[in-house]
């Protein structure tokens, strides 16, 4: 009676693998075909080398790591947002009238810049993948900043154009290339953090450049300047970025395996930390099935969904906030100064929020409350009378929180694809959803619609409307896949295959991956 009953339990164990879990069944015999050493990751060859590490080792070592590749990543990625948004301080300091910019020429300036990211987005994933990847991003550091600061030599709308595409095409491999190094490095709980850091120097940059920007403007309307202010803008930030980017060249670690301020030992223990990712560090193989599966995989074209709608507003606002504060009544220069209170916003919002999503597993529920945040701002924006422009202000402040979902998904390009091609793949994808609503973006907001711009505030709008609704549907999508397969891992068909997380494995393919919700 007793084996009856066990033969009973195991065809009913069977049968409900074969109903719930198929599509897994079939992932996985795919899968088997991809787990050689062939062309697994680069970490493999170390692996035999791996040990267990005491709670002592890797909090030392993750310290390491932090004050080694952080700092970097922050500085940098503050930079290159002050480098694209000189233009919005720039509009209100004079360069509008000495490049006789007319009609929506000006919008088309900020929209240009993501013409450039659109074309080289998928080609610097590609390179990203292929080269040395701390030499790649510094080599596009230094180049940017050089760009930029030929800003400063353009006379007219079509020099303005042309160096705005290029700055554009050579900034494209940050956000992607950032993305790689956070998930090389940090374990899948930790990334969410670590993203929120370094992307929340945008919003210190935001301070940075206001009070800058305000500085050399009231310099500039004394008198003071034997240039245009404008132009010591683009140079300033230029020089800059050009600076650090040469820093970066010989600072920046290409990988775990190579870092230089870490000894044989550290290496080694840095690739054990994140062997629980299932995703390795790297690898350098081009794999098209791994780019079909990207195309094929619903959660994907979710990403590039979201990545478009929610940057559609960034476009516009990123490009016209100091044209917005002026519109509520402030005066030219108040606009640049009270712009930065904004920054602090973006900063808070984004590692708290990302903190949290990290200590309670989650990210994606955070990410919708603080969309929610930017959504109640810019609804103050648009209902309140003119008369209350404090009040207007502090709504502007308040969209500052709508960087949190953006930078939630980014997050989770690092933590949630695995296989390097598809990782690339889906980054592509989000960069150019991202380029394709930054440069719709500034062109909602109309000339003719000026002050008050009510078209371009009703379309942000249901921007964040349908953003905090595709941020609910990603979590669900993922918290059941993570069901699935937890069902999946208790049937006779899973057997797993020792080092399979250095096999370059999707994440399609690896029934040991877990999404992070």
């Keep these: 009676m007793a084996d009856t009953d066990n033969e009973k339990r195991d065809l009913e164990k069977t049968a409900s693998v074969d109903i719930v879990d198929q599509r897994l069944v079939e992932q996985y015999e795919h899968a088997k075909a991809h787990m050689n050493t062939d062309d697994a990751d680069d970490a493999l060859k170390i692996a035999s080398e791996l040990t267990e590490i005491s709670p002592e080792e890797e909090a030392a070592l993750l310290r390491k790591i932090d004050w080694h ?17 000189t233009l919005s301080y720039s509009s209100i300091m004079g360069i509008q009238t000495f490049a006789h910019l007319q009609g929506q020429q000006y919008s088309w300036l900020g929209s240009i810049f993501y013409f450039g990211y659109l074309v080289w987005e998928y080609p610097t994933n590609r390179l990203l993948q292929r080269l040395p990847l701390g030499k790649y991003t510094s080599f596009n550091i230094m180049v940017w900043g050089a760009i930029l600061a030929c800003m400063a030599g353009t006379k007219d709308f079509a020099g303005l154009m042309a160096v705005r595409f290029f700055l554009g095409l ?13 998930s090389q490095w940090y374990k899948v709980g930790e990334q969410g953090a670590r993203t929120g850091i370094w992307f929340s120097f945008n919003g210190f940059a935001q301070i940075f450049g206001g009070v800058v920007a305000y500085g050399i403007g009231k310099a500039d309307a004394a008198g003071q300047l034997s240039i245009a202010g404008w132009k010591i803008v683009f140079l300033l930030t230029g020089l800059l970025t050009f600076t650090l980017g040469v820093i970066a060249w010989f600072f920046m670690p290409d990988s775990p395996l190579t870092a230089y301020f870490l000894s044989p030992q550290e290496r080694a223990m840095a690739i054990q930390r994140i062997r629980l990712n299932q995703q390795g560090v790297g690898n350098k193989h081009f794999k098209w099935y791994q780019v079909r599966e990207a195309l094929t995989d619903v959660k994907t074209w979710l990403f590039v969904a979201y990545s478009l ?31 930065a209170p904004g920054g602090a916003i973006e900063v808070v919002t984004l590692i708290g929020f990302l903190w949290l999503g990290d200590k309670f597993k989650l990210r994606l529920l955070f990410g919708a409350c603080s969309e929610a945040i930017s959504l109640l701002g810019i609804l103050l924006v648009y209902a309140l009378p003119d008369e ?34 598809k990782k690339t793949t889906v980054s592509a994808l989000y960069l150019i959803a991202y380029c394709v609503g930054n440069l719709i973006g500034p062109q909602i907001f109309q000339t003719k619609d000026a002050p008050r711009y009510t078209p371009a505030l009703i379309t942000i709008v249901v921007c964040w409307i349908l953003c905090i609704i595709l941020l ?44 992070r919700t």
Aim: glycine residues 8%; contains cysteine.
């Design 472 to 515: 609910l549907v990603i979590w669900f999508v993922n918290a059941r896949e993570n069901r699935r397969r937890d069902a999946f891992r208790k049937s006779p068909e899973y057997v797993h295959v020792q080092n399979q997380e250095f096999l370059d494995l999707t994440d399609g393919e690896n029934m040991d991956f877990r999404y």
């Design 170 to 182: 050579f900034e494209a491999s940050v956000s992607p290339g950032f993305a790689l190094f956070t």
């Design 309 to 339: 709608i929610a940057d559609i507003p960034n476009g516009g606002i990123s490009n016209y906030f100091s044209i917005l504060i002026e519109s509520f009544g402030f005066t030219s220069l108040e606009s640049l100064l009270y712009g």
């Design 388 to 421: 209350l422009k404090v009040g207007k202000l502090i709504g502007y402040y308040f969209t500052q929180a709508s960087a949190t979902g953006f930078v939630v998904l980014l997050s989770l390009v690092s933590s949630n694809v695995a296989g390097y091609t």
């Design 69 to 85: 590749v952080l700092p970097l990543l922050c500085v940098v990625y503050g930079l290159q947002y002050l480098d694209k948004t």
